[in-house]
């Protein structure tokens, strides 16, 4: 379960990240 979420956690960083540049 905290492996998935953490998983996850980072996805969502890096499509965070992804969105910011891309707006950027």
């Known amino acids: 379960e905290?492996?998935?979420q953490r998983i996850h956690a980072e996805c969502l960083k890096v499509e965070?990240?992804?969105d910011n540049r891309k707006l950027t």
């Open 2 to 4: 905290k492996s998935l």
């Open 16 to 18: 965070y990240v992804g």
